[in-house]
């Protein structure tokens, strides 16, 4: 009669098991939670915010992104930004205005204005990221180009607060 029992308890743990191994793989190489920090992104996102980082997204302009960056007060930090400069790209900013490869565009995600910063040519695995909220964002500005292989994904679903459930409704 023992073995049966034994033999029964392990049949009845397998589809927990595949549950678990099945979540470990969804975080690991698909998608996981990440939390706003800060005012950077404001008004599109707000700190305290929970997001689904998405590992498998297209980079493209104006995707927003999260990102592992070296500061120099702290060696890794995460980041979400808005990818606006491409890899082998120049971007620029004058009187408040951004140009890519000498080309003036839209800046619909600014709140405030941006501060002028000095052409930079992106190599073949670099993107230019900026936080909407130009006043306080510390983004390649001041850090410069981020690497491709530092950015984990992108991200435009909030899951929480409940009132801000779904897909991130830009300006």
């Known amino acids: 009669m023992k073995k049966k029992e034994k033999k029964k308890w392990y049949i009845e743990i397998i589809p927990y098991a595949i549950i678990l191994i099945i979540v470990v793989l969804v975080r690991s190489f698909l998608i996981t939670p990440v939390r706003v920090s800060g005012e950077s992104m404001y008004d599109t996102l707000n700190g305290g915010e929970i997001m689904l980082l998405n590992k498998l997204g297209k980079l493209q302009r104006y995707s927003m ?28 900013c004058e009187n408040g ?9 839209d800046d619909p995600y600014a709140y405030g204005k941006t501060s002028d910063f000095e052409e930079i040519s992106l190599k073949d695995d670099e993107y230019f990221l900026l936080g909407d909220n130009r006043a306080v964002s510390l983004d390649s500005r001041y850090i410069g180009a981020v690497d ?7 991200t435009s679903f909030i899951l929480w607060p409940i009132n801000r459930f779904g897909i991130v409704k830009n300006n």
């Open 148 to 154: 491709r292989k530092k950015i984990e994904g992108t």
């Open 97 to 105: 205005y951004i140009y890519i490869n000498n080309k003036k565009i």
């Open 65 to 92: 992104v999260v990102a592992n960056v070296e500061f120099e007060n702290k060696t890794d930090d995460t980041i979400i930004k808005r990818i606006y400069g491409l890899p082998g790209e120049s971007i620029k």
